[in-house]
C-alpha cells in the first residue's frame, strides 16, 4: 500500500510503499482510510516538538482518520466488514483506572495513531476495536475524518465549558482555523450566551459571519479593548484561545471579565500573569487535551443532525507535502482531508 512517512524529522514526508496490515491480536481492525485530516500537529511532528508525547520516527503520520473496516480479528464485536466508522486516535486499554473513569486520553497504556502508532496517510491503517466509532447514516468517511481530533478537541474544550455558557455571557473564541470554527458553532449549540469571533485572517472573519459569529473581529489593532467595548467594558466571560502564541495569551487576559476563565486549547506560546491578578479577578486558566470517546461519539450525533459541519478541502495522497506547506503558510480555511 501506499503511505507517507515522517522519515526523519525536518524533511518532507516520503510516499513509500508498505505491506498492508493485517489484524495481529483479537481486537485488531484493518481499516481503508476514506479520508484523513491535516493537522497543525503533524507540523510538530516534522518538527521534532513531538517526541515528548512518544513519537519516534519513521512513523506514518495522519491521526484524524475515518473509512471502512477492511478485516478484523476473531474477538472485534463492535463493527463488520464494510461499516463506515470514525477512528478515535488515543489507543485505550478500557482496564487501567482512568479508561474507566471515562478518561481514554489519559490511558496508562496510552498510544496514539499518527504519532506514536502509523496513522492515516496511508491506504490502509491498523487500529484497536475500541477506536470506531459507526457513522450516522448517509455520513461519509471524507467529510467527517477531522473530526478524531480538530472536532473532538473542539467539543471537549466547549463541553467543559456549558455551564458557564448563560444567557446574558460572552464567549471569545480566538483563532478561526480548523479547530476554532468547529467550536464557534459548537459555542451556539450548547451554550445559550453572545459569541465573538476573532482572527486576523479575512477569509477566516467570513467564515466566522457564515457560521452565525454575533460579532467578528480582527482588524483592529487592539482587539482586547475592542471586546471590552463590545460588552461595556466588562470583558469575555470565557476566552477560548485556538492560536496560542504569547500574542494571544496577552490578549485573551486581557480582555477576560472578573471571574472569567481563560480556556488555552491551541499551544506554542508562554502564559504569564502575576498570581495577584488571579486572585484580584477570579479568573482561571485551563487546558485541553483532546477528549474523550464518547465525546467524539457525542459531537458525532451533532453532526448526524445537521447542527455542527466542517469546512474542508480534499487532496490526493499524493499531494501531502504541498498540501502541509499551505497549512504551515496558513492557506487553508477550515480542514484539508487527504483521500488516497
Excluded at 103 to 129: I, K, P, W
Excluded at 196 to 210: F, G, P, Y
Excluded at 242 to 259: I, K, P, W, Y
Excluded at 307 to 329: A, Q, W, Y
Amino acid at each position: 500500500m501506499k503511505a507517507a512517512l515522517l522519515g526523519e524529522y525536518h524533511r518532507p514526508l516520503e510516499l513509500v510503499e508498505r505491506p498492508e496490515p493485517e489484524p495481529r491480536g483479537p481486537r485488531d481492525v484493518v481499516v481503508r482510510v476514506g479520508g484523513a485530516g491535516v493537522c497543525a500537529t503533524d507540523l510538530h511532528a516534522i518538527d521534532g516538538l513531538m517526541e515528548p508525547a512518544g513519537l519516534r520516527p519513521p512513523v506514518v503520520l495522519g491521526h484524524e482518520n475515518a473509512g471502512w473496516v477492511h478485516a478484523a480479528g476473531d474477538g472485534v464485536t463492535a463493527a463488520a466488514e464494510g461499516d463506515a466508522v470514525l477512528l478515535y486516535p488515543p489507543y485505550s486499554c478500557g482496564l487501567c483506572v482512568p479508561c474507566r473513569r471515562g478518561l481514554d486520553m489519559h490511558c496508562e497504556r496510552h498510544q496514539f495513531t499518527g504519532l506514536t502508532r502509523d496513522g492515516g496517510f496511508a491506504e490502509y491503517v491498523l487500529v484497536d476495536e475500541r477506536s470506531l466509532i459507526p457513522l450516522p447514516a448517509g455520513v461519509e468517511p471524507v467529510d467527517v475524518a477531522p473530526h478524531s481530533d480538530a472536532g473532538i478537541t473542539a467539543y471537549h474544550a466547549v463541553k467543559g465549558l456549558a455551564p458557564r455558557l448563560v444567557p446574558g455571557t460572552t464567549t471569545a473564541v480566538v483563532g478561526i482555523g480548523g479547530v476554532g470554527h468547529i467550536a464557534l458553532q459548537l459555542v451556539k449549540v450548547l451554550g445559550a450566551g453572545a459569541v465573538v469571533a476573532i482572527d486576523t485572517d479575512e477569509r477566516r472573519r467570513r467564515l466566522a459571519q457564515e457560521l452565525g459569529a454575533d460579532e467578528v473581529l480582527g482588524e483592529q489593532a487592539d482587539v482586547a479593548d475592542a471586546v471590552r467595548e463590545l460588552t461595556n467594558g466588562a470583558g469575555a466571560d470565557v476566552v477560548l484561545d485556538f492560536v496560542g502564541t504569547d500574542e494571544t495569551h496577552a490578549a485573551s487576559l486581557q480582555m477576560l471579565a472578573r471571574r472569567g476563565i481563560y480556556s488555552v486549547v491551541g499551544y506554542g506560546g508562554t502564559v504569564t500573569v502575576p498570581s495577584v491578578a488571579l486572585i484580584a479577578e477570579d479568573v482561571a486558566i485551563t487546558g485541553n487535551l483532546v477528549g474523550n470517546w464518547i465525546d467524539l461519539w457525542e459531537l458525532l450525533q451533532l453532526h448526524g443532525r445537521g447542527e455542527i459541519t466542517l469546512r474542508t478541502e480534499t487532496h490526493s495522497l499524493d499531494d501531502v507535502n504541498e498540501v502541509l506547506g499551505r497549512l504551515r503558510e496558513g492557506e487553508i480555511t477550515g480542514r484539508a482531508v487527504l483521500v488516497p
